[in-house]
């Protein structure tokens, strides 16, 4: 009887261990609608999930994605939330930004001069490319 007791405590310790540990929670955000209520609601969504899987004892990794018009997201001076995404920049590490190089390519070359973005937006080739890697790595799709 000792020994089974024994095993049950070690197996409820074990399984205790694990949950304790968390998980890891990967998700990809994509914004391609020049609109601050869209632009908002994505860093929204970024910030509760964050809380959320904090409070579990969970890791999350995000990434916001954006492309198309929702590259004003990271244009200095156009961006409304260029405050927000400075600051969730400092206080969240598993937070990054991608910008679509297509997009950008092709916002520079209708201006007729280089597009600058925000140091916190990481250029990628391709926003919709990015976005089916990340998907194939297993990140949640999320489009607010």
Do not use: W
């Amino acid at each position: 009887m000792k020994n089974v007791l024994l095993a049950g405590v070690i197996a409820l310790g074990s399984a205790t261990a694990c949950l304790a540990e968390g998980v890891t929670h990967h998700i990809a955000v994509h914004v391609d609608e020049n609109d601050p209520q869209v632009m908002n609601m994505a860093l929204n969504n970024v910030q509760n999930v964050t809380a959320y899987y904090k409070e579990q004892g969970d890791e999350v990794v995000v990434e916001v994605v954006a492309y198309g018009p929702g590259l004003n997201m990271y244009v200095p001076g156009k961006s409304p939330v260029a405050d927000r995404i400075s600051a969730m920049s400092l206080e969240m590490d598993n937070l990054t930004f991608a910008a679509c190089g297509n997009t950008l390519r092709n916002m520079s070359k209708k201006l007729g001069h280089d597009v600058e973005l925000m140091d916190e937006a990481n250029v990628v080739p391709s926003g919709v490319v990015r976005l089916v890697e990340l998907q194939e790595q297993g990140f949640a799709y999320i489009r607010p």
